[in-house]
Each structure stands twice: as C-alpha cells, then as structure tokens.
C-alpha cells in the first residue's frame, strides 16, 4: 500500500484486490486492517496535484473499500467488548463449497416443455433397503397390502369355489391365472421381504442382513409362509382341478394382522378401517355360513325337502340371505326335518349366538373408542352447567362458559393439551412442542439470540390458554408476573383518557408483558389494558417458571437482562410534557425564572401568597395554645395552695 507516487496515467484500481484480501475474517487480523486503512485513507483524502488526472471510478471503488473496512473494524470491536450480543458469523463450508445446484431435466413433447424428474429418482425409490423398518418404511406397507389382497382372495374364494358350482372346464384358465399371481407374492414376501425386516433384540434394533434372515427363519411365521406355498396344485394332474388343494394358502394369517397394525399406526382416523375390517370379519363369517348351507343342501339333495335350497334363483344370494337370517337368528325359516338338518341347525344357532355377540361387541369398542374424547367434552360441559344452575350463576356468565368450552374443543379437539402430552416421555413432548410452536416463538424479538436449548426448555412449559372476545388479559396497574405470546388471534392494547382508545393490535407472533416479566423490583406494574379482539389463543410464562430455566443458560441470561434495560429506557419513559412557553418582551431579556426549591416549598406549605398566609397562621395558632397553657398551670397552682391551707386548719 505504501508505495511510491503513481504517474498520471496509471489507474488506482490494482489496490482493490490487495485491500480486499487482508480484509479481516479472524479477530487477530483486526490490527493489520486497521493499518491498511489508515494508510488508504491518508493516501485517498491527500489532495491530489496540480497537473494530474485522477480516475473517478477508481476513487469511488476505493472509498466503498473504506466505508466496508470501518464498518467491520466496528462490527469486530463490538463483539471484543461484549461477545454476547455479536453474533458471530458463519464460515463457509467444504461442503458448502463444493455443493452444486441440482441439475433441472425437461423434457420436449409437442409443443410443451415440462420438467421431468431423472429416471435414477425413480430407480432410487423403487430400489430395496438392505433392511426394512416395519413401522415407518411406507413401501413396506403398501407391499403388505399387496400379499393382503392375495389372502384375501384365497380366503373368500377357496370355499366359493370349492362348494359352489362357479368354476368350471371354460373358466378354469382365469380362476389359474388368478391363483398363480396371488402365489408370486407369497413366493416374493417369502424370499424377498421378510428377510429384511428389522427386528429388537434386548432394545437394539439389528439391521444386519444375516441376522435378520436367521431371525425369521427361526419364527412361526417362517413356518406358516412356508406351508402356505407348498405346491399341492400339482395334485391337480392326478385328481383335476379341485380348489381343496389350495388349503394350505389361508395359513398366511400373521400378514393379515401385521397389515391391519402398521395400517391403523400411520391413518389419521384409525377408528373407520376399525369399523370396517369389523364389518368385514362379520361378512366373511356370513359367506362361510352361505358355503355351508349350499354344501348341507347338496349333501341332503337340492330340493329335497322344505328346509334345503330348492336350486332357483341365484344359487349364492339365496343361501347368503338364509345364512343372514340364521346366524343373526331372525328366525321365520322352514322348520328342519331330518336328523342332519335339525343338528346342522343348532349348530348354526349356537354359533350365530356367539359369532354375533362377539362382533356386536367389537363393534360397540370401536365406537366408543372413537367417540371418547367426544363423550368426554360433553360430561365436562354437562357437569359445569350443572354447577352454574346450583350456584345461579347470571345467564351471562353460563353463554360465555358455553362458548368457550365449544370454541376450544372445536379448535384443539380437546379441553386441555397437557392431559394428552403428560404421558409421553418427556423428549416426545419436546419433539412435539418443536414442531407446533418453534416457528412462533423463534419470531420472537426478545429471544433471538438466546441459547437454542434455552428456548427448547421454555416451549415444555408454555400454557396455551383461551380468551373470549372481550376479555381482559391483563388490566392497567396490576401486579404483572406472566408474560403473553400470541399463538392465535388478536389482542388491542387500550389507552387515551377513558381508557377505550384502541393505541395498537397484537396479532400472531407478537409478544406483551415482557417488562413486567424482566423488570426487577417495583417495575412490575401493567402500564396498559390488554383485551381479546376476538378469540385469542395465548401462550403464557410466568417469571418464576422464567428463573428457573435460565439458571443453567447465564448467557441467555445476561442477554436478556441487558434487553430489559433497553426496554425499560424506551418504554419506561414519561410521556413529554406540553412545551415551555417563551417568554414575550421585555421579560425576555431576564431569561425564565428559576423554580422555588422543594425544601422551601415544604416549609411554606406551598405556593406564593397562599403559601405564606398559611405558615402566619400556623405561627398564631401555636402562640394562642402557649396561653392556654400557661393559664392552666396557674389554675392548677392556685387550687394546691387551697387544699395545702385547709389541711393545715
């Protein structure tokens, strides 16, 4: 920098690369910036001699250089002198760096160009983990759906097919066809799948593939899939095309109920596939009794008496409808004659009784599990106004009750938040926090800055509480001890003479009541009415719960003291009074008079001629209670002197 005289002609512009490069990153480069910017500035400010041209966009780039340089030797100072407040800045990253944007793939067609994904996301979605997570992986359960759809199709058509006359020598290839995709995905869960699947083994969760395949190799399910696709079919060469021998495909139960339990962890309202797998449980028992009756009919002969299937008709709607009326034991059915029929009959009557009960049971759980938190709302509400109309309580006072135990449920789902989250460990309940009330309190000013994990530890104890439109949530010249972060609604600060003046409106993020909650000693009084505009949703933290937390975060805590001076000096300043009026005339030149002292102001009592006439009076009525004293001591002398002469006569 320091170098000899340039020639006219020369540009200024090759200092440019030089000052920006010891311009300071680090702290101890604070020093040699400094330096540079003397010397730039005492060669940029030297004026410039007669006889030499000067290139203007050099000396702009050049005092640009000089203004960035003091703003960072300032910004650098600042955090030497209190690295609380200074946040540091964050350096560049290897990975930063070398981080390129993503590729953006279009793809022409016709006349429109569109943006078409890379086909390696593709591959990359449909390509299988080396290990399965069961109860998060969404791909494992949409297979499971797959092999469920399968079972499915072996439970209900393998006794259809095999009483009922449906499959026959033209249709056989269909019913085949059928059979052999339902038995790929047994065969694919078998060998591909399953092996894959995560398991615990004492808390740890193992992930290596051989011990997962010997793991389930080592289960009942293993067992079970493995019998469920033993290829009895090739019987079909010797006995024909006989659905029997496909039996052994309904063993694949345990992929039923592990699709159901995966199914109801990841649906937002679990209890309607509740209510139908019930109903479904009660339809298949129904078509299993259906295949029944058509067998017994068979057995017996169609038409053969009054109580069979007399073989009109749609063969399986008119045993469905009779399997309906007995297993819900309608009754009004033809009256069995033979021995078979009569005990084939109680049969179906005993185990309709109990097949029914059972699923008439189910079904009212489910339902009452779904509707517990409602029932539980209406038991809350229920016994509240039965309270207010034993008290009698003002008709006023029970509406807003009223609208307040509806507008809560009805936003929140539930009267009170904690109940639900008092169960969950408490790194479940920071988790959830996180997520629905980071975003609001991170907006606010007061604790930018502050210690992430300080933060995280004030959202646990947050109380969200509901106002009503009209409400106060704090009064002027009250003891203040919480301080109100707005989570939803609007709340107006109130002022002016009759204190109904509308001075500002509080929306979503805003935060009030903080100085309340910071000051020390005697700082503490509301200075506004706050009332909700319209149903307010609030968070609340109280300065006890404060102190707590910030005993092991000192630095948030020095970071927010120093806050709260700064809140106390902007707001907790008078109103400015109405200006001094100047003197006119003459009286201007003898300036303006100085006030009377407040020690001579006490002794006179107050001000001007009222001030002293009140002292003279003082002054004579203590000389007149003098006199009366000493009256009353003469008085008082002159009968001793009596009692002294009487006592001596």
Known sequence: IVSPPLPAHHSLTWLCPVIIRILPYNNEHIFYAQMGRACLVSYVQKPTPSGFQTNEYADAQLQEIVRKMRERATVYKEKLKDPVLSSPEGSPTKEDAEAKPEEDHYCDMLCCKFKKPPLKNYMKHLQLPESIDSYTDRRYVAWLMLVTVAYNWNCWFIPLRFVFPYQTPSNTIYWFTMDILCDIYYLCDLLIFQPRVQFLRGGDIISDRVEMKKFYHSSMKFRLDVVSVLPFDILYFFFGFNPAFRANRMLKHNTFFEFNDRLEAILDKAYIYRVIRTTGYLLFILHINACLYYWASDYEGLGSTRWVYDGKGNMYLRCYYWAVRTLITIGGLPEPQTLFEIVFQLLNFFLGVFVFSSLIGQMRDVIGAATAGQNYYRSCMDNTVSYMNTYSIPRVVQNRVRTWYEYTWDSQGMLDESELLEQMPTKMQLAIAIDVNFAIVNKVDLFKGCDTQMIYDMLLRLKSIVYLPGDFVCKKGEIGREMYIIKQGEVQVLGGPDGTKVLV????????????????????????????????????????TLNEILVHYPDSEKLLMKKAKVLLKTKGKPAPGPPVQQPRGLASLFGHKQETPKLFKAMLGGQGKEGLTRLLQLKRQQDIQVIKDKIDVTKTLRASDLLILCSQQ
């Open 505 to 544: 409106t509080l929306r979503a993020g805003a935060v009030f009541g903080e100085i309340s909650l910071l000051a020390a000693g005697g700082g503490n009084r509301r200075t506004a009415d706050v009332v909700a505009h319209g149903f307010a949703n609030l968070f609340i933290l109280d300065k006890k």
